[in-house]
């Protein structure tokens, strides 16, 4: 399985596997920077480790503080391997932008549709720098 995604954030190419969220989540108290874990009890996929992993985001739950806490995950290096989003989210993209602007290696972010998320549900994935995000089969 293999699709090309828009490049939203450039960053390093990725590959883990596939963490598929299925509903959004907040990263301000729904992630802990530090270990990268899903800190959120009432998320769906609460306990998971989204760190080293390729994060497929459904949506995201609004806080402007989103960004500062992937920024501090990448800075941990706790950061997902990729992220691959259905919308955009400026405010959680930030976060990325901001940490390649402080010399920090950071992973790319990318939009695919939704629809194609669970074509990548417990495989490994590839992100490469073109957008191709690919799954072993």
Do not use: C
């Not at 609004?62 to 995950?73: D, H, N, W």
């Not at 290096?77 to 290696?105: F, K, T």
């Amino acid at each position: 399985m293999s699709a090309r995604a828009e490049i939203l954030v450039p960053g390093k190419a990725g590959e883990g596997d596939a963490l598929v969220l299925t509903a959004p989540i907040s990263f301000w108290g729904g992630v802990d920077p530090r270990t990268g874990r899903i800190a959120d009890v009432r998320h769906p996929q609460h306990g998971e480790v989204i760190a080293g992993r390729v994060l497929f985001l459904p949506g995201t739950i609004g806080s402007s503080s989103a960004s500062a806490v992937l920024m501090e995950l990448v800075h941990n290096g706790r950061a997902p391997a990729a992220l691959v989003l259905h919308e955009p989210d400026a405010i959680l993209l930030l976060g990325l932008i901001v940490a390649r602007e402080m010399g920090w290696e950071t992973p790319m972010a990318v939009r695919l549709e939704r629809g194609a998320f669970d074509n990548y549900r417990g495989a490994a994935v590839t992100v490469a720098s073109d957008g191709a995000v690919s799954a072993a089969v």
